[in-house]
Structure formats: structure tokens, C-alpha cells
């Protein structure tokens, strides 16, 4: 029987054999590469699960995000115009609820009492920089807030400061920490994985926003319940990122969001005098952010 000759390999022999080793060392590197993501993904997740299940438990703020805008800012109104009354007189709009006298935003005011659902103490000792915790119920979003020297410190730290590209919420550096500036602004990544500031977008999907209208930061003293009036993009260096307007400036920041926004708020009014949060994410466009933006409606005192 006739032997069969080798076939000599040929140049697109080793070509082929040179694309297939190209395309499996791309395919592990691949593999490699999602694998970090994912370890650091994991790892972001679980910091947070760890802080949300050891120092933060459910609150009351349920039952006051099913009263109506307007009835909310009429219960404040009246809070504010009974300062200095009488503790019966200040409590219209809130009967049979605990009421206290405090300072502030640098008056003496008789507001609401409700119980903290956050551990501030121990969160303190680890981090002193926490400024309060933000929670959107329409998104299930329930996160610390920071606010480092400057913006760039939890762009990519964890709020127990490790390394990490999912980063913390953080306040922008140069607002006052009590939130007490005409615009305070937090900001957050759009992680893939929805974490941190990835769901904000959600506020685009029709229902979402009528799950809930307001949006809540607990700090140590008090408790700030915020009505939601725009989400919109807008553009990263606009007016939407200035802490203090004049009053053109202002009603051009509010004109642009009510224009602009992606949800019908219904009959909210924002004026000069109010306090705003804007919350802050990216969009995929170096040039715009996506906001969310909502005005105070009510402060409780902390207990």
C-alpha cells in the first residue's frame, strides 16, 4: 500500500493557526476583563448591602409620600408662619403628631418629629465625611451620601473609601453640607448594573414616577422630604450645576428643567426662595448629564 504523503503546510496555514491563537487570547481577555468588572461590581454591592442591612432599617416616610404635593407644602406653610406660636397652633396640617422647636437654616421653627431610620452614629465612625443618606423610592434607590475636598475624591472610592470605579454619592464640594443652598447638588454614576445613580433613567418609563413624587435625605438632625418636579439632560456646565442664581438666573435654571423634563409633575411652583436637590449622572455624552430635580417640601426634626 502506497504511503500518503504529508501535505506541506502553507503560509495560510499558519495564518489560520495564527487567527485562531489571536481570537482565543482576545476571547480570555475578554473573559479576564468581565471577570474584574464583575469582581468589582460585586464587591461595590456588597459594601453597600452590608451598610443598608447593619445601619439603616424601614422608616414612616411611606405614608407621607401618599399625601398630594400641595397638601404637603400647605402643611409646611403653616408650619413656617406658626413660628414662635405655640405648639398647638403649629401643628395644623399634622394633628396628633410629636412636634418640636429648633433652629433651622438659621430660624426658629416648630416642625414634625419623626424617628431616624439611620444609624448615624456608627456610620460617622466610619466615615466621617457622611453627610446624610438618600433614599427614591420609585427607584429603590437607598444610599449614603459623602462630600469629600473635592469632587474627584469618591469619584471612584467607595463610602468606606476603597477603590472602586462604582465610586459613593457624593455632595458637590463647594454646597453647604446641611443642604441649605438654593441648589445642592449630588452626584452619582450610571452603572450598568443599575447600582448607585443607574436607575434614574427609569424616570422615563411610563408609571415609575407616579409609584412615588418625592425623594428623601436623612442627615443626623433633621429630615428633608423633597418633591420631584423635572428629570431632564441638561448640559454639564450649565446653570443646573451653579449652588447660588440671581434671579434671572433662576427662573432660566427652573424654565429649562419644566421644558425640558421628561416626566409631567403636575402642578408644582418653584421659586427663588425654595431649596432645590439636583441629582446628578452621566449619560453616555461627555457633554450632558441627567438631572433629576427636586424641591424641599418639608423638613421633619430627627429623632
Not at 131 to 155: C, H, M, T
Not at 228 to 246: D, E, P
Amino acid at each position: 500500500m502506497a504511503r500518503k504523503e504529508k501535505r506541506k503546510k502553507t503560509f495560510g496555514d499558519f495564518l489560520t493557526t495564527l487567527l485562531m491563537l489571536v481570537a482565543l487570547g482576545v476571547f480570555v481577555f475578554a473573559g479576564y476583563t468581565l471577570y474584574g468588572f464583575y469582581k468589582e461590581y460585586k464587591k461595590s454591592a456588597d459594601e453597600y448591602d452590608n451598610l443598608e442591612g447593619s445601619y439603616a432599617v424601614e422608616d414612616q416616610t411611606e405614608d407621607f409620600d401618599a399625601l398630594e404635593n400641595d397638601e404637603v407644602l400647605k402643611s409646611f406653610q403653616s408650619i413656617e408662619e406658626a413660628e414662635g406660636q405655640s405648639g398647638d397652633n403649629a401643628s395644623e396640617g399634622f394633628a396628633g403628631h410629636e412636634m418640636a422647636t429648633v433652629v433651622e437654616n438659621g430660624r426658629t421653627v416648630t416642625l414634625p418629629v419623626m424617628a431616624n431610620p439611620i444609624d448615624f452614629d456608627s456610620l460617622l465612625a466610619l466615615n466621617e465625611d457622611i453627610v446624610g443618606w438618600l433614599r427614591i423610592r420609585a427607584l429603590d434607590i437607598s444610599y449614603p451620601v459623602v462630600q469629600g475636598e473635592d469632587n474627584d475624591f469618591y469619584l471612584h472610592r467607595t463610602f468606606e473609601k476603597t477603590d472602586n470605579f462604582a465610586g459613593c454619592l457624593f455632595l458637590n464640594y463647594a454646597n453647604k453640607p446641611d443642604l441649605t443652598d438654593q441648589n445642592s447638588i449630588i452626584y452619582g454614576h450610571n452603572m450598568k448594573d443599575l447600582s448607585m445613580f443607574g436607575k434614574l433613567k427609569k424616570f422615563r418609563e411610563d408609571g415609575v414616577f407616579d409609584k412615588s413624587k418625592f425623594f428623601w435625605i436623612f442627615t443626623p438632625d433633621f429630615i428633608y422630604q423633597y418633591r420631584i418636579f423635572a428629570a431632564t439632560v441638561v448640559n454639564k456646565t450649565g446653570l443646573t450645576y451653579q449652588t447660588s442664581f440671581t434671579d434671572e438666573q433662576f427662573d432660566e435654571f427652573v424654565n429649562y428643567a419644566f421644558e425640558h423634563s421628561e416626566i409631567e409633575a403636575g402642578d408644582v411652583e418653584v421659586t427663588k426662595e425654595d431649596r432645590v436637590v439636583t441629582l446628578s449622572t452621566c449619560t453616555g455624552d461627555d457633554a450632558t448629564r441627567f438631572a433629576v430635580m427636586g424641591k424641599l417640601a418639608q423638613v421633619y426634626v430627627s429623632k
